[in-house]
């Protein structure tokens, strides 16, 4: 159980120190201060040891005393501690223990950032169109592709920008990290029409060359995607999201042989 302690007798309180008390410790202020309107704390402790006083009794009357705790002390403040130190030789008032905070618990050191390693990167042969789940964006070769093997689709995958701002699937432990190569035994797209005309792009009415990469829907009418175009959603025809479209490789021209075997045969058929 704790002792109860009784307060201290303050001087600006219900005791007031008499003025025979008061003019005794002016002509002590004056003696030590040498002029100073203060005696700093080196005059004014030598002074209160002098009583005989536990330096813990005095060190709380020291904080009781001591109006502005700037460790000096007016006349005033002087007058109130020597009244306490009087108060308490005479009627052996207890003074509290001086208060002790909890020390503060030490501060939790920030948690490390630990970088997260993204996946290998592996090679996969890209053999039908791809688009970008997040961003609509059409795969080509040599870009990055997050796919996810968990999910039903195999069809979900995503771009390097949106794994990185946190586009990504629920199962982001399944998803592998694949840089996207042409696939082998795609189909062939001619590079020629039946009359003999080069087939370009349906956007940038580019010429296609042989052996470059040709996006070509199977619904529309002569819709073929070169590999600078169908990355661009607003390039792509309305089927492409639907699966409707096939990645195809442009194959030589024809020979001349070819060609004039060609026009013989519907020359026999024409008659």
């Excluded at 001086?98 to 950032?113: E, G, L, W």
């Excluded at 694949?178 to 010429?207: A, M, P, V, W």
């Amino acid at each position: 159980m704790s002792k109860d302690y009784p307060p201290i007798v303050k001087a600006n309180q219900t005791h007031q120190p008499p003025p025979d008390f008061r003019q005794h410790c002016a002509g002590t202020f004056a003696a030590n201060a040498q002029g100073k309107p203060y005696l700093n704390g080196l005059e004014a402790a030598s002074i209160f040891l002098s009583s005989g006083l536990d330096k813990t009794v005095l060190s709380n009357i020291w904080d009781q005393a001591s109006t502005y705790k700037n460790g000096r002390f007016t006349c005033d403040e002087f007058t109130n501690a020597m009244w306490l130190i009087e108060q308490h030789k005479t009627s052996q008032i207890p003074i509290p223990p001086p208060y002790i905070p909890y020390p503060a618990p030490p501060p939790r050191p920030y948690p490390v950032a630990v970088a997260v390693q993204p996946p290998t990167v592996t090679k996969m042969d890209m053999t039908e169109p791809m688009i970008c789940t997040g961003c609509d964006t059409g795969f080509v070769t040599n870009n990055i592709a997050y796919v996810c093997k968990a999910c039903p689709s195999d069809k979900n995958s995503y771009c390097e920008g949106c794994n990185r701002a946190g586009k990504r699937c629920r199962h982001v432990q399944s998803a592998s990290r694949h840089i996207l190569e042409r696939g082998r035994n795609l189909k062939t797209q001619d590079k020629e029409d039946e009359l003999g005309f080069s087939y370009k792009c349906s956007k940038c009415k580019t010429k296609f060359k042989p052996d470059e990469l040709c996006w070509h829907c199977k619904r529309c009418f002569e819709s073929n995607l070169c590999e600078g175009c169908w990355p661009a959603r607003e390039k792509r025809c309305r089927h492409a999201a639907k699966g409707k479209v096939q990645l195809r490789v442009v194959g030589k021209p024809a020979s001349i042989g070819e060609i004039l075997d060609d026009i013989g045969e519907i020359h026999d058929l024409i008659g």
